[in-house]
C-alpha cells in the first residue's frame, strides 16, 4: 500500500473537514454520536462545528475468528444486531462460532457502557437529527448497526457522515441512514488507515476525555449564554455573522478573515470556540458581501476591509449584549493586514490584536499608527510570511510580540499547531482585555 494517498493528517483533521462539511446542520436540533473508539475524535470535532451535543453509539463489530480485522457483522445497544452475509459465505464461519464472537462482544458492550458514561443516561435523541460518525467505513456494518441504533432511540433523521470510504460505500449502507455525507470515496480502498498519516489505536481514556470536554462546553453555554446569527451593519452594507456571548464574557474577539474564506472559516472556528470556552465573545463576520467576493481585487483591498472592521466595531459596540465589553481582533492572513489597519483608526480602539499567519507588512503606514498590543503568530514552517512578520514587527511602536509556532506551515495543518494558536491568542486576549482596558 505504499505510494497510496493520505487524505488526513489525524483524526482531528478528518473531524474538522467534516464539520466544515456539514455546517447546514449548525442551529438544527442536532445529536452528534460518535462510534468508539476511533470515531469519537472525530465525532468531538464535529460536535464542536456543529454546536451540538455529543454521544458515543456503542457498536461492537463481530470479527471473523480467524481474521478478526474482518467484520462479519456488527451488535449494539438496545439488542441491534447486524450480520453480513456475504462475509459468512466467503469464510465458511458458522452459527455457532458467530454466537461466541457476538456473546463475547455484549460483554464488552456492556463494560464500555459502564466506562464511557458512568452514572449518566445516553443524551435524547427521539424526534432529532442524529449525525452518526465513524473514522471511515469499510464495510459497513458497524455503520449499519450505529445508524439502526439511532432508529430504534427515535432520531427523526439520521445522517451518516465519515472522511472516508469505499466507492460503493452508499449500496453497503443503503437504507439505514437519512442521508450519507462522505469526503472522499478513494478507487484504490483497502483500509480505512491507509488514508491518514497518523491512524494510532484511540483508547478509552481519550473517548472519556472527548465525553467529558464536550459536556463541559455544553453546561458552559446552557445558562445565560448567547450564540446567534447576526445581521451586521458596517456603513451602507450589511454582512453576516454569528455572535457568541458566553455568561459574563469579559470582551468580545471580531474575527476578521483572510482572502477566499468566510465567517465559516474552520480554524477561525476552532480559536473563536477555544476562546468562548475561556469566557470570551467573539464575532465571527464576512468582510465583503457575496456580489463583492465576485470581484477578487475586493478580497485584496486592505482599505475598504479595515473600513467594514471598524464600521462592524462600532456596531458591535452598540448592541445592548456587547455594551461595554473590550474588543479585540483576531486577523488571520490578508485579514490581519485589516486588523491592523483598523486598529489605528482612533474609533476602533481595540483592547489587543492578535495576527495568525498573518500579512501584517499590508498594512503599511499604518503600523507605526497601532497602540493596541499586538500578537504576532508565525509558523515555523512558514519563512517568508515569518521574514515579513519580522520587518512589521520593527515597524510597530506599541507593546507587541511574535510568537513562532515550530514545524507549522502557513495554515496550521499540522497537528497540535491549531491548539497552540488557540492557546497564545486566549492568553495574549485574557491578559489585555480586562475592563480597564476598555
Excluded at 217 to 233: I, Q
Excluded at 428 to 437: G, L
Aim: aromatic letters at 4%; proline letters at 5%.
Amino acid at each position: 500500500m505504499t505510494g497510496r494517498a493520505v487524505l488526513f493528517i489525524d483524526r482531528i483533521e478528518a473531524g474538522r473537514r467534516l464539520g466544515a462539511r456539514l455546517e447546514y446542520l449548525r442551529g438544527q436540533d442536532v445529536v452528534v454520536l460518535g462510534l468508539p473508539r476511533g470515531g469519537v475524535p472525530v465525532a468531538a470535532e464535529v460536535a464542536d462545528a456543529l454546536d451540538a451535543p455529543l454521544d458515543v453509539c456503542l457498536v461492537r463489530k463481530l470479527g471473523v475468528p480467524a481474521q478478526p480485522e474482518l467484520g462479519m457483522g456488527a451488535i449494539g445497544e438496545d439488542g441491534v444486531r447486524v450480520i453480513n452475509q456475504d462475509v459468512l459465505r466467503h469464510t465458511g464461519v458458522g452459527q455457532a462460532d458467530l454466537g461466541r464472537v457476538e456473546a463475547h462482544e455484549r460483554e464488552v458492550l456492556a463494560r464500555r457502557a459502564a466506562r464511557y458514561r458512568g452514572e449518566h443516561a445516553p443524551v435524547g435523541i427521539a424526534g432529532r437529527t442524529a449525525v452518526v460518525v465513524d473514522d471511515g467505513v469499510a464495510t459497513g456494518s458497524t455503520a449499519r448497526a450505529a445508524c439502526r441504533i439511532a432508529r430504534a432511540r427515535g432520531a427523526a433523521r439520521i445522517v451518516l457522515a465519515v472522511p472516508v470510504a469505499p466507492r460503493d460505500f452508499a449500496r453497503r449502507v443503503a437504507g439505514d441512514a437519512d442521508e450519507l455525507v462522505c469526503l472522499d470515496t478513494p478507487a484504490d480502498f483497502f483500509a480505512i488507515g491507509q488514508f491518514y498519516g497518523d491512524f494510532t489505536q484511540v483508547d478509552d481514556e481519550e473517548v472519556t476525555a472527548c465525553l467529558r470536554e464536550a459536556a463541559r462546553r455544553h453546561e458552559r453555554f446552557g445558562t445565560g449564554s448567547e450564540d446567534r446569527e447576526v445581521a451586521v451593519a458596517a456603513g451602507a452594507v450589511r454582512l453576516r455573522g454569528r455572535l457568541t456571548l458566553p455568561a459574563g464574557a469579559t470582551g468580545v474577539v471580531v474575527f476578521a478573515h483572510g482572502s477566499g474564506s468566510s465567517r465559516h472559516s474552520p480554524r477561525n472556528r476552532f480559536v473563536a470556540e477555544g476562546l468562548n470556552r475561556a469566557g470570551l465573545g467573539t464575532l465571527l463576520f464576512d468582510l465583503l458581501t457575496e456580489a463583492e467576493e465576485r470581484d477578487r481585487r475586493n478580497v485584496f483591498d486592505i482599505a475598504l476591509l479595515a473600513g467594514r472592521l471598524a464600521g462592524v466595531t462600532g456596531w458591535l459596540r452598540e448592541e445592548p449584549d456587547a455594551e461595554g465589553l473590550a474588543v479585540g481582533y483576531f486577523g488571520a492572513s490578508t485579514g490581519a493586514a485589516a486588523a491592523l489597519w483598523a486598529a489605528a483608526e482612533p474609533s476602533a480602539r481595540p483592547a489587543a490584536v492578535v495576527s495568525r499567519g498573518g500579512r501584517p507588512d499590508l498594512a503599511g503606514a499604518r503600523l507605526s499608527e497601532v497602540t493596541a498590543p499586538t500578537l504576532l503568530v508565525v509558523g515555523g514552517a512558514d519563512p517568508q510570511v515569518l521574514a515579513l512578520n519580522r520587518e512589521a514587527q520593527a515597524r510597530l511602536h506599541c507593546e507587541n510580540r511574535l510568537e513562532v509556532v515550530p514545524g507549522a506551515t502557513h495554515l496550521f495543518q499540522e497537528p497540535g499547531t491549531l491548539e497552540q494558536v488557540t492557546e497564545l491568542a486566549r492568553d495574549w486576549f485574557t491578559d489585555h482585555m480586562a475592563p480597564a482596558h476598555v
